[in-house]
């Protein structure tokens, strides 16, 4: 999620988006767009399902395509909401983003 989505600063897709298209603001957080925020998912969630499909295309797992994509939405989702939240003085989102994902993924693909 955090290569795919938002990746390194000035190189992320949700940078790059937000910054060329992006004028209007979450209403919590001013410093984050609509439109990087939705860059974020979109792109992290063609990453991750490319992730998915190559490690199971080698065989480590096999999944529910119909449940994974929804699974594989999910950890989208909840990475992109953890990323947009105002607690960049608390915890940089480069930490914060890659714990929420693991553990979202946790949850969602074990239970």
């Known amino acids: 999620m955090m290569c795919g989505g938002d990746g390194v600063h000035l190189t992320g897709v949700a940078d790059i988006m937000g910054r060329k298209f992006g004028s209007s603001k979450l209403p919590y957080n001013e410093m984050k767009t ?5 860059s974020m998912f979109v792109a992290g969630f063609f990453i991750s ?5 190559f490690y ?7 999944l529910d395509w119909g ?14 909401v953890v990323e947009s ?16 994902s693991m553990l979202a993924a946790y949850f969602t693909f074990t239970y």
């Open 67 to 80: 449940c994974a994509i929804h699974r594989v939405a999910l950890v989208s989702l909840v990475a992109t």
């Open 34 to 38: 609509w439109v990087g925020s939705i």
């Open 85 to 100: 939240l105002p607690i960049s003085n608390l915890i940089d989102d480069n930490i914060s983003v890659p714990l929420a």
């Open 56 to 62: 199971s295309a080698l065989g480590y797992f096999e």
């Open 49 to 53: 399902t490319g992730m998915v499909c």
